[in-house]
Structures are given as structure tokens and as C-alpha cells.
């Protein structure tokens, strides 16, 4: 892994109008993205997690430009790519691809295994038919399928074949970052673990960057070098894996970590739900937007917004978004 910046995400935000009434005047705003900030290096992992609704797949889908940011930028190899058109825009998405979490609507249905995997070839003029032939044929066994996939169709395939088949896409035109938006997801368990150990094969081999997006910590802390934590838009937590579940700093992290089931006297421990409901992010708390559903809330928590500030060495950052991040340290809620 590199210590060589790849990708820098500076205060990106995401607003969706909401409109209403007879004129469709804008009434409000949904806050998904508010002001995320995060960095990942070459060849490194990043873990954006959280609950559903907290932002993650749209700050996904922002980085890649299938949203256009409200504010913020993203710098990509050490150039801003918020406003690139055209020619510019379609070499940035040459460099960064994206697996999505539904394979099958991901896939054209109309289109053979095969034409499927020509297409980004095809778009970026890479190759002559009989190159992009040949890449097909090494894509699919890169992946774990043969050459008897190129005549199919994607409904002719397991959900794990045709996440395969997503992924073989993806890195068809040798990207330096694909944005991994809960590849895994909708897969059984069983085949869970094929596709992430798919995903760590392809990394040490070809040495892309992953963002990958998930709910579940156990699949991050598997295949994650560092881990963010997302809440109502905002990041409020960021370290490497290992500092992250060792020594877990904001009550959301605390409560997410203890929510998730692990291994006990041969059985898995019984989930322990976070209590209280996320917040609408048409209309998010004020203060820290954590602080209806942390029972260590204070005052100050209702009027102030917390900042990240780091916690940890200067050369391994801890970064917490949390008034009293000191005292909660190991506490468990």
C-alpha cells in the first residue's frame, strides 16, 4: 500500500431539493451529504460505514460524479475533477469505476456476458476486436468464470456470478480507485465471503484503491485498512481498522460495534439494537445530530456542533467528531 494520496474528498456536500405545492416550490432541502472530508491512498481500503439513510451510497455515487456535488471538491491524483466535462470526465471514469450493490439491475439484461464486458473497452477505444475479445476471455477468468459466460445473459447466472461478472467490468479498464457501493449485500452469506476474498485477490494483484460502503462492520473490518463512520451526512469517526474496534471513541461507533454480532461459546451473541430512530435528514438535529440517541448527551450537545479533531499520533490519526470523546473512550453504550 502507498502512502501516496490517491483521492482527497474536501467538505463534499450533497443537497436534494424537496419541492411541494401547486407551483412545486422548493420547500426544503435533504441533507444527505453535509460536509464529509476524507483521503485515501493508493492501493488502500476505505470503509465508509453506517446505518441505512446515513449518507454513504450518496457520497459514493458523488465521488464517481453520477451526482454532482452541491459544495465541496474532490481531487483526484492531486487535480480537482467537480467541474470536468466531457472528454476530461469520461478519462477520470476510465481511472474510477464503480461496482453498484444490485448486480442484476446493474447489468443489461438485453446484452450478452461478452458485449457487457466489451462496452468500457469499446467506449474508450481500447484495442482492436480481436484485443478486446481476447481481454474478455482474461477478465472472466480473473474472476473466477471461463469462457463458457461470454454467450449468456446476466438472468442465466447466480447473484454471486453476476457480482463477478460487475466486478470483472469494473476492472476491466485497470482503474486506480473502484468505489464499491455494498457489493456484497445482497449476496448470501456463504458466497459473502467469496466475493470480498475476490475483491482482496484483485488488489494485491492489480493494486487499486477500494472505497467500499457497507452496513455490516464485520465485512469492513475484513477487507478495510481504514474505516470511516458516517451519521445523519457527516463523518464521525475515522482510523485504522485496528484502532477503530480496539479502542472505539464516539458513542455512534461504541454502539454500532456492540450492535454487531460476533462469535461466543460457539454460537453468535444476540444483536443489540441501537435504540431510538435516525433522524430525517430534511430536518437534522442541531448540535451534534447524534445527540437524541446518545445517552451520554450534555447541553452542549444540543447547541454545538462537534468537530473532527484527532486523537490519535500525527501518523496515525484517530479523528473524532465529539465533545467529550476523552471521556468515553472504551465506554460502551
Known amino acids: 500500500m502507498s502512502s501516496e494520496t490517491l483521492l482527497e474528498v474536501k467538505q463534499l456536500k450533497k443537497h436534494f431539493p424537496v419541492h411541494s405545492g401547486l407551483l412545486l416550490r422548493q420547500t426544503g432541502s435533504v441533507y444527505a451529504v453535509d460536509g464529509v472530508s476524507f483521503d485515501l491512498a493508493k492501493g488502500e481500503t476505505l470503509g465508509l460505514v453506517g446505518e441505512s439513510g446515513c449518507g454513504k451510497s450518496t457520497a459514493a455515487r458523488t465521488v464517481v460524479r453520477i451526482y454532482e456535488p452541491t459544495a465541496g471538491d474532490i481531487c483526484f491524483n492531486g487535480q480537482s475533477v467537480t467541474g470536468l466535462k466531457g472528454s476530461a470526465l ?37 484495442g482492436t476486436a480481436k484485443e478486446r475479445r481476447q481481454k474478455v476471455r482474461e477478465l472472466l477468468n480473473r474472476v473466477g468464470l471461463g469462457d463458457w459466460a461470454q454467450a449468456r445473459y446476466p438472468h442465466e447466472f447466480s447473484g454471486g456470478q453476476r ?27 456463504s458466497v459473502q465471503a467469496q466475493i470480498l476474498n475476490l475483491f482482496k485477490d484483485l488488489q494485491d494483484d492489480l493494486g487499486m484503491a477500494y472505497l467500499f460502503i457497507a452496513h455490516d462492520l464485520a465485512l469492513v473490518k475484513h477487507i478495510s485498512h481504514r474505516i470511516a463512520v458516517m451519521y445523519l451526512g457527516k463523518v464521525v469517526e475515522m ?72 486523537l490519535g499520533a500525527e501518523l496515525r490519526p484517530h479523528l473524532v467528531s465529539c465533545h467529550f470523546a476523552e471521556k468515553l473512550s472504551g465506554a460502551t453504550v
Do not use: W
Open 163 to 189: 457480482q463477478r461478472i460487475a466486478i470483472a467490468r469494473a476492472i476491466s479498464l485497470r482503474p486506480q480507485l473502484v468505489v464499491a457501493d455494498e457489493p456484497v449485500s445482497a449476496l448470501d452469506v
Open 239 to 310: 482510523a485504522g481498522r485496528d484502532a477503530l474496534f480496539d479502542n472505539p471513541r464516539h458513542p455512534y461507533t461504541q454502539a454500532l460495534i456492540k450492535a454487531n454480532p460476533t462469535p461466543g461459546h460457539g454460537q453468535r451473541k444476540k444483536r443489540q439494537a441501537l435504540g431510538g430512530d435516525v433522524p430525517s435528514p430534511l430536518s437534522p438535529p442541531s448540535g451534534c445530530h447524534f445527540h437524541p440517541r446518545c445517552p451520554h448527551a450534555q447541553p452542549q450537545c444540543q447547541q454545538e456542533l462537534p468537530q473532527l479533531r484527532n
Open 90 to 126: 469520461l478519462e477520470f471514469r476510465r481511472n474510477v469505476t464503480m461496482v453498484f450493490q444490485d448486480p442484476f439491475s446493474s447489468l443489461n439484461p438485453r446484452m450478452t456476458i461478452a458485449k457487457i464486458l466489451e462496452t468500457p473497452l469499446r467506449v474508450h477505444k481500447l
